[in-house]
């Protein structure tokens, strides 16, 4: 009866080690295997990083889709009255990035060139005023993302870090320099001549609460009382 007894306990005891053996290894397999997912997601999610080129993301952007964009531009002349007005309103006409108190804009326009500068053209836009309200860039270097976020086609949300949505940026604004700030100044303009543009423009909702864009007096002050509309020109020829 004793070995019997002592041989039941022998083999409750090998069952017990076997079942704890057997969930040892099922566990083992399983936290293997989801550390090997894990490593194989970040592998494969830092191939993307590596593939993904922001010279050729831009050039896509810039040659099959912001030319759709660009039959949203604002009337500039409309825009710089609103601005200078009801600066409220010209808010909900831009795009903003999450929370920020700066907004981008799509405009389009014409006006006469006011004076040449080295870095633009200082024009006016509205009409029967002589002073100007903006300043088309012309320089060799544009900084700034008005390009990128005014044409509402590009959601940060889709980049694992800012960097890249940031180089996308830096990579539009050298093909408006290339395509066209390049080509426009091959054959200067002069003061005088008329202009027609297409472009975008960034502005912070504080831009106007004191200091209006235009050239006109404020309070009977003259330069120094005002300010001009800073575009990046996608789209520029002399009328």
Not at 4 to 30: D, E, H, P, Q
Not at 79 to 97: K, P, S
Request: net charge neutral; hydrophobic share 45%.
């Amino acid at each position: 009866m004793g070995a019997t007894s002592s041989n039941g306990s022998a083999c409750g005891m090998k069952r017990k080690v076997l079942f704890y053996l057997v969930l040892f290894i099922a566990l083992a397999l399983l936290l293997g295997s989801s550390v090997e997912f894990r490593r194989l997601d970040q592998k494969r999610a830092e191939d993307r990083a590596r593939q993904f080129d922001p010279a050729d993301y831009a050039r896509d952007f810039w040659d099959n889709r912001l030319d759709a964009a660009l039959t949203r531009a604002l009337d500039a002349a409309e825009l710089i009255h609103l601005f200078n007005t009801d600066m409220n309103a010209a808010v909900r006409q831009g795009e903003t990035l999450g929370q920020s108190r700066v907004h981008a804009y799509l405009l389009a326009g014409e006006g006469k060139i006011v004076e040449l500068e080295k870095d633009g053209l200082l024009v006016s836009v509205l009409p029967g005023d002589p002073n100007p309200e903006v300043l088309i860039c012309t320089g060799s270097y544009i900084s700034g993302n008005a390009v990128r976020d005014a044409s509402g086609l590009i959601d940060v949300s889709a980049f694992s870090d800012t960097m890249k949505f940031n180089r996308i940026s830096s990579e539009i604004n050298r093909l408006a320099v290339q395509e066209v700030i390049v080509p426009f100044v091959a054959a200067p303009p002069s003061v005088g001549a008329t202009v027609r543009f297409v472009g975008a423009a960034e502005v912070a909702e504080e831009a106007t609460t004191s200091v209006p864009f235009g050239g006109r007096k404020v309070n009977g002050r003259q330069k120094g009382s005002w300010h001009l509309l800073r575009i990046v020109p996608v789209r520029l020829e002399l009328n």
